[in-house]
């Protein structure tokens, strides 16, 4: 035994003697990622600090036929703001990203209004998409109606609730999308919005409810993650690529045989795989497979949700938030996707310490919505088609009298109207 601790005590000797002489190399090796990590997000942030934004409160008409399929071609359009990948420079040096566009809809005890919040650069963009597929609706900038608090929240009069919202399942599972709302019920398109609506309508006048989109266009990641479940649902093998050793083989082989005939050299696209087994899938497997291949057939965005409830001290009361999670919880569905609270957004303390834990988050959860915080850990990949299903103006058929509509048109001044000399 005393031998034992004795190899053991001149081992770690040993060991404190190469960590003395080698320190100064191990250590900047190790903290190289962490520092790494900070200067980016350093200078990312001193980046997007300079960016200067306009905040659009969208008036819609009293009488709107168009929804869904326009507000998709909106999203398809201002997937054109995808910037090329930043080199070396851009992303060290200057912290260049690809910026974000927040769709917002606010509650309170007036109605249900529409906002856009966009950088500068984005402004003529978003206004002519907009007025290309709904020409009577009118885009009025505004000051950043969150200005309404002069103080942060939570304090002594007000507390707050929020989260953000991330996927079930796997980014290329879809949520239901609006043709699954086109159902004909009683001669009525069914709108998602509606269950929405009709908890704004109940709102008190101090209560507030503020939903906010952030979408920037996505990578090709998605596509290829989806094209690998379906193959794995349909039991289709992936061809494997070919390796170093493969062309090191096919040029021996070759050249052994040069003397006989030509060389014959293979196409660089790896080992075929098989074709799958489609035509044995139930309709359910079949349905699922037709879904994510939907999906990511069309343009794709990283998206954050976030939600967040607001109301006095004194009359504070979770029935909103719930009838407000039910609304997000009506584009799940389990064979497909849907959304749930990202655990760590949820501003909810736990112990110890949980009556400050869930100050410090609604603090933090309030300062993320004031300055449309991308999260990109609970990041969610929506298509065109499950944003305009999301977010997209009522229609006609939206009874809750609360979305503050255009009472009348603007038109044109007749082109005979007498002009004074």
């Known amino acids: 035994m005393a031998e034992a601790l004795a190899i053991l005590q001149a081992v770690l000797i040993a060991i404190g003697h190469f960590l003395g002489w080698v320190w100064w190399i191990v250590l900047p090796i190790i903290f190289f990622k962490a520092d790494y990590r900070l200067w980016l997000d350093y200078v990312k942030k001193k980046f997007l600090s300079k960016v200067e934004y306009v905040i659009f409160e969208i008036k819609i008409p009293k009488y709107i036929e168009k ?12 997937h054109s703001i995808q ?10 040096l200057e912290g260049k990203t690809q910026l974000w566009i927040s769709f ?11 906002y856009i919040r966009t950088p500068k650069d984005y402004r003529h963009l978003v206004e002519s998409q907009m007025y290309a597929q709904y020409p009577d609706l009118e885009l009025t900038e505004i000051d950043d109606y969150t200005q309404v608090f002069s103080s942060m929240l939570p ?4 507390d707050l609730w929020g989260l953000d919202f991330t996927f079930v399942k796997e980014a290329p599972y879809p949520i239901l999308t609006y043709p699954f709302f086109e159902a004909q019920k009683e001669e009525k398109t069914i709108d998602p919005l509606s269950s929405l609506m009709e908890t704004i309508s109940k709102l008190e006048l101090d209560e507030k409810i503020w939903i ?3 979408i920037k266009p996505a990578d090709d990641s998605c596509k290829k993650e989806g ?4 193959n794995k649902l349909i039991g289709k093998k992936e061809g494997k690529p070919r390796s170093y050793w493969d062309y090191i083989l096919e040029f021996i082989y ?5 003397p006989i005939q030509p060389p014959e050299w293979s196409e660089d696209k790896g080992t075929e795989g098989s074709p799958g087994l489609m035509q044995h899938l139930t309709p359910g497997e079949r349905e699922v497979v037709q879904a994510i291949q939907n999906k990511i057939s069309k343009l794709l965005f990283d998206a954050t949700i976030r939600f967040v409830y607001i109301d006095r001290q004194n009359a504070f009361t979770r029935l909103n938030i719930t009838s407000t999670m039910g609304f997000f919880r009506q584009f799940n569905t389990l064979n497909l996707n849907g959304f749930k609270p990202h655990k760590p957004s949820v501003t909810k303390g736990t112990w110890p310490f949980k009556k400050q834990k869930e100050f410090w988050k609604k603090t933090v959860m309030y300062k993320n919505y004031l300055k449309r915080k991308f999260n990109s850990d609970c990041k969610v990949i929506l298509n065109t088609e499950e944003l305009a299903t999301i977010y997209h103006f009522p229609v006609t058929v939206v009874e809750a009298p609360v979305v503050r509509r255009i ?3 603007k038109g044109e001044p007749p082109i005979n109207l007498p002009i004074a000399q």
Do not use: C, Y
Request: glycine fraction near 10%; aromatic fraction near 12%.
């Open 155 to 158: 304090n002594k009069f007000w």
């Open 407 to 409: 009472e009348a048109k």
């Open 227 to 230: 094209e690998k479940i379906v």
């Open 212 to 214: 906010q989109l952030l």
């Open 83 to 92: 910037i090329s990948k930043p080199n070396f420079k851009e992303r060290v």
């Open 254 to 258: 070759n050249l052994i045989k040069a």
């Open 104 to 114: 917002e809809i606010i509650g309170n005890g007036g109605g249900a209004g529409f």
């Open 67 to 78: 929804s869904f399929k326009s507000m998709e071609d909106v999203f398809s359009a201002l």
